[in-house]
């Protein structure tokens, strides 16, 4: 860090600090207000049946493609 020599750049330095600080808590603030939107548990419930449904789907989507492949072999 460089010497501060005047009064000025003091000042000039704090209000550079609190600045920072400020941004520093918005974006605590911006993410701690991400981290309760995703751990609510109806958005816990809404992810679990996406998976649950995708899986499901890609699972019948396998069945289906390695039923046509089979009845293919069989002709």
């Given at each position: 860090?460089?010497?501060?020599?005047?009064?000025?750049?003091?000042?000039?330095?704090?209000?550079?600090?609190?600045?920072?600080?400020?941004?520093?808590?918005?974006?605590?603030?911006?993410?701690?207000?991400?981290?309760?939107?995703?751990?609510?548990?109806?958005?816990?419930?809404?992810?679990?049946?996406?998976?649950?449904?995708?899986?499901?789907?890609?699972?019948?989507?396998?069945?289906?493609?390695?039923?046509?492949?089979?009845?293919?072999?069989?002709s």
């Amino acid at each position: 860090m460089r010497k501060i020599k005047r009064l000025t750049q003091l000042r000039k330095e704090e209000r550079r600090l609190r600045e920072h600080r400020a941004e520093l808590e918005r974006a605590i603030q911006s993410d701690w207000l991400l981290i309760r939107r995703t751990l609510e548990p109806a958005s816990l419930a809404t992810e679990a049946f996406r998976a649950g449904t995708t899986w499901i789907g890609k699972k019948l989507l396998t069945g289906l493609t390695s039923r046509k492949t089979t009845e293919k072999s069989r002709s």
